[in-house]
């Protein structure tokens, strides 16, 4: 049987990543702002990480306007979709394992 | 090295992440139980008028059926008033005790689904009463309070689904009892209420009042 750790997705291993991730799954799509928010990190760090996301396809940007605001909402791609629901069953089955 | 603990953390934090972004949950049950009692205390301020009315005015040259009218919609803005301040009060202090923000994304969004049919009921029950049609008053406001806690049962507590689908009962049932609109209107907008405020404090809020703020 193939060891689950190897199947745990590199990418998922921040907190932040995780936490985008997460809120990306279950809304169509999230700003900046909110994100923000939800996560509790600094604009840069942010950037950074969705950066991350991006660059493996799991995320797309949408940028767009609130008046003259600048809007910047990011959604959730099918790659990323996918990549997120096995990292999920990697945990899955360590916790099944270890649990033993 | 990734443990068990580290692993569960993970879950945790994908869990509450996924609550936190799609659901509004500081609505507490508190606010149930306020609009409930002011819609009861609404409801007998009501009888008593109506009750006046009938004794005193009717069929005499001094009877005002416009005043009634005005005494009615007086209380009812009343009640939707007291309630509403009730609901944004209790909700704000529930928020800041879970460190949540109060006014986000997911607030917006549960504002936006609930307002939405109960500004159209609104405009309907509007209009009945400019066209002096009272007899469907009380069961278009439970309609369309029900479909509007329907609707927004997505974006908060699913709870508030079942608080809805016992609204839109009453309702309908309501429909076929024109002259007792003011009893199902207390039970539904009264009783009810306050049932679910209470069954939601017991099962969210207990806990956290009895152990002080969270840290």
Sequence with gaps: ?100 | MSSNEQNLDAIREIRQMMDRSSRFISLSGWSGVVAGGSALAGAWLAREKIAAYFQDGYGKTEACPVCLRNDLLAIAAGVFILAFVAAVLFTYFKSRRDGIAFWGASARRLMWNTMMPMLTGALLIWRMIELEQYELVAPASLLFYGLALVNGSKFTLGEVRYLGYAMIVTGLISLWFSGYGLYFWAFGFGVLHILYGLSMWWKYERYTWLSGPRA
Excluded: C, W
């Design chain 1, 1 to 100: 049987m193939k060891n689950p750790i190897e199947q745990l997705n590199k990418i998922f291993d921040s907190r932040i990543r995780l936490g985008i991730m997460s809120a990306l799954l279950v809304n169509e799509d999230v700003s900046f702002n909110d994100l923000k928010e939800l996560i509790q990190v600094t604009d840069g760090n942010l950037a950074s990480h969705l950066k991350t996301l991006e660059e493996s396809a799991y995320i797309k940007v949408e940028k767009g306007f609130v008046g003259r605001k600048t809007n910047t909402t990011y959604k959730v791609t099918k790659a990323g979709e996918k990549a997120f629901r096995l990292h999920l069953d990697a945990l899955e089955q360590m916790i099944r394992q270890m649990g033993k």
